[in-house]
């Protein structure tokens, strides 16, 4: 909650960025992607962005956000007190969408990367296998498990 006005604050920055690009070029294809720090139904994404959910329905001006098909089926990337949160997202801009000459989006290609030795075993069994918890070494990856969409040619 501390730190919401500046995800929005960035949300915002992002926004004028894409319509930047997308004065000089309007059929530019985008792709956002990170650890936006909430997921895709919180105020900076599904607000501030604007992003559209479904891929059929997405505005010219519009990023569709590949993953929250998954936040809805209760998955995510990140866990916190035994709950996966979807706080890591790729978008495309609707051109990625639509036009099929030259590289694209596949669709339902949105994908969380999980495999046993990614996570953790023992007190935090599922857990993303991180590095360090604490200055304990665990020899680990990451706190996020990795996320990754298709794109075709």
């Known amino acids: 909650e501390k730190s919401e006005e ?14 930047s690009i997308l004065q000089t070029e309007p059929n530019a294809k985008i792709i956002v992607m990170g650890d936006f720090n909430d997921e895709p139904t919180n105020t900076s994404i599904a607000e501030t962005l604007a992003v559209s959910c479904n891929q059929n329905a997405t505005a010219k001006d519009q990023f569709f956000n590949a993953f929250c098909a ?76 990795p996320v990754y969409i298709i794109l075709q040619n």
């Open 6 to 19: 500046k995800r929005i604050a960035a949300a915002t920055k992002l926004n004028a960025i894409k319509y």
């Open 70 to 145: 998954l936040d809805n089926a209760e998955k995510g990337s990140y866990r916190y007190k035994n709950t996966w949160e979807m706080l890591d997202q790729i978008m495309v801009s609707s051109a990625l969408l639509t036009d099929t000459t030259g590289i694209h989006f596949k669709k339902n290609s949105a994908t969380i990367k999980s495999e046993p030795w990614m996570l953790q075993t023992g007190k935090y069994e599922g857990y993303p296998l991180r590095t360090y918890v604490g200055k304990t070494y665990l020899n680990g990856y990451s706190d996020h498990l």
